[in-house]
């Protein structure tokens, strides 16, 4: 064991000042303004934050830096990486997969410090990262298979291919600033894009283990990865009109800022996920005992700060009473400690003032008419608030309006089960639902509308993101454009194509083309 009782292997041993950032190919040395680090979990008996390192606090000069870089990489659509061959671009992402692979168990121990995740929910992100990377090479050598042809309409072939957008700006979200973020930023650099990155605000020392990864593995310029506030370094580049595309995981607010801050929004691709309110909706003849499970897994997994946690609970008035009182007990069931523990369910808010934020959510409720229904909601630790269970809620209440992200949970209920059908029509969000009941009867229409308003329905299943194959898309405020595999890949490209009539000129053209193998664009090649 190391101090406070930590396990050795989880201590932290030295503060991480980082200092150096990626620009154009070269990791530079920073000597400017930083900001620190810290984590709300404690490695002395008293509670005193830990201090993790600090990373630079960078401005608009690195921002326009980092974009020129950007800029000339793409050199527009000259450069190497958008004119490489496809099988040479998953060469670079095979190495940096690779080299990644070796940070596994320092990105795995920063997950848990910086943002509390338990372990065995960090090293699930790191593995299913790497997955999620290996899957996309995978998919890009099947896309390129079946364009490996050439197509003929009235007398015009056609060799249609997938090409880069141009200059990509990635950000990230603070609770998979692995996973989420490697979603939108890989299937924009394997097809062609050249990009410029800022980790989360929390999460964001975790990247630091991998810039030498990037700059080893890609030609200069492809990767570029600055540290500060979005305000300081975000914009900026968005103001340039530089930006081709702007891939976002996080807020509405953040992402309309952003937008608006583009001089031409029409150029502007938007690849954004987004907040949700997802809801669980409990039929009469639910399951009770697999409902609550799903219930607890959807709502407090990751502490609720998910954006397909289940956010309300709509449970129907004949069964309210029974599964309030299951459900109230399992809550409190729950094991509270640091995210290495054995069996440790809820750990360490990331946020420091989250907790603060949760209990005007509950002094809302409560003067409302809401009461906590389980004995230890709303608990205050230094670093935590315990889950509470707040009914009955009413529209009025500021928790059944904002998308709470962290530990407490409202319940509703009804009788007409238009009732949150109403609802989640009028809600500003559309991500997923959860449906818990067994008669198909009443399942069946509601499945035909559901599908209509959000764009994931789960049977009696929490909501969830993965597996990474399957599309994740939202309605409204909640999502544009789709990630999955298979889905980013065509939101981070366009269709592109060479045509020409069938006439001898060109057939000689082209079959010398495919011959000399001098372009990389028209090519049959087949990538095994």
Same mark, same amino acid.
């Given at each position: ?43 002395? +008996? ?15 000069? +690195? ?14 659509? $000259? ?83 997938? /090409? ?33 990155? $800022?980790?989360? $605000?929390? /999460? ?16 200069? /310029? ?36 952003? =937008? ?33 499970? +799903? ?9 609720? =700060? ?41 750990? !360490? ?25 389980? $004995? ?15 009914? !009955? ?70 909501? =969830?993101?993965? !597996? ?39 057939? +000689?053209?082209?079959? =010398? ?16």
């Amino acid at each position: 064991m190391g101090k406070s009782g930590i396990p050795a292997e989880y201590t932290i041993n030295e503060v991480n000042h980082q200092r150096t950032y990626l620009i154009n190919g070269e990791l530079r040395a920073w000597n400017g303004k930083t900001s620190e680090v810290y984590s709300t979990i404690s490695s002395t +008996e008293k509670y005193v934050p830990t201090l993790l390192g600090s990373i630079p606090d960078m401005e608009e000069k +690195e921002a326009l830096e980092a974009l020129d870089a950007a800029l000339a990489a793409y050199n527009k659509g $000259k450069g190497i990486w958008p004119t490489m061959r496809v099988k040479e671009r998953i060469d670079c992402m095979e190495i940096f997969v690779k080299k990644m692979q070796t940070k596994r168990d320092e990105i795995v121990k920063l997950l848990m410090w910086e943002i509390g995740k338990s372990l065995p929910d960090s090293q699930k992100e790191f593995d299913r990262t790497v997955e999620y990377i290996l899957d996309t090479i995978e998919d890009y050598k099947q896309l390129d298979r079946d364009n490996a042809k050439f197509e003929k309409n009235d007398g015009v072939y056609a060799h249609i291919r997938r /090409g880069p957008l141009g200059v990509v700006l990635c950000l990230g979200p603070y609770n998979y600033p692995l996973n989420e973020t490697f979603a939108l930023l890989i299937p924009a650099i394997i097809m062609g894009n050249t990009t410029i990155f $800022k980790p989360a $605000k929390h /999460g964001v020392l975790l990247i630091t283990p991998l810039l030498e990864a990037f700059q080893s593995s890609f030609p200069k /310029g492809v990767v570029n990865i600055v540290f500060g506030r979005g305000r300081a370094v975000a914009a900026p580049i968005m103001k340039t009109g530089k930006v081709d595309v702007l891939a976002l995981i996080g807020n509405s607010k953040s992402a309309n800022a952003l =937008q608006n801050q583009h001089p031409k929004s029409n150029r502007l691709r938007l690849v954004l996920g987004l907040e949700a309110k997802n809801p669980a909706i409990i039929l009469p003849d639910a399951d009770l005992d697999l409902t609550v499970d +799903e219930c607890i897994a959807g709502t407090l997994s990751f502490n609720g =700060q998910r954006c397909t946690a289940l956010k309300i609970i709509y449970v129907h008035e004949d069964i309210v009473a029974e599964f309030n009182k299951r459900f109230s007990e399992r809550v409190d069931a729950l094991k509270f400690g640091n995210p290495w523990e054995e069996g440790v369910k809820l750990t !360490p808010l990331p946020e420091p003032d989250k907790p603060a934020y949760i209990q005007e959510l509950i002094d809302d409720a409560r003067e409302k008419g809401a009461k906590i229904l389980n $004995k230890k909601g709303g608990t205050h630790s230094d670093n935590y608030i315990w889950p509470a269970i707040l009914y !009955p809620v009413n529209k009025e209440m500021r928790v059944y309006q904002e998308e709470q992200f962290g530990p407490v949970i409202p319940i509703v209920t009804f009788k007409d089960i238009e009732e949150p059908l109403d609802d989640m029509a009028e809600s500003n969000y559309g991500q997923q639902v959860s449906l818990f009941g067994k008669d198909v009867y009443a399942i069946a229409p509601l499945i035909d509308t559901l599908v209509n308003l959000v764009c994931r329905v789960n049977l009696n299943s929490s909501c =969830q993101r993965g !597996p990474d194959v399957y599309p994740f898309t939202g309605r409204k405020d909640s999502a544009q454009a789709t990630l999955s595999v298979y889905d980013a890949l065509r939101s981070f490209s366009i269709r592109t194509f060479v045509a020409f009539k069938d006439n001898e000129l060109n057939n +000689e053209t082209v079959e =010398q083309l495919l011959e000399s193998k001098l372009s990389n664009f028209i090519s049959t090649d087949y990538i095994l």
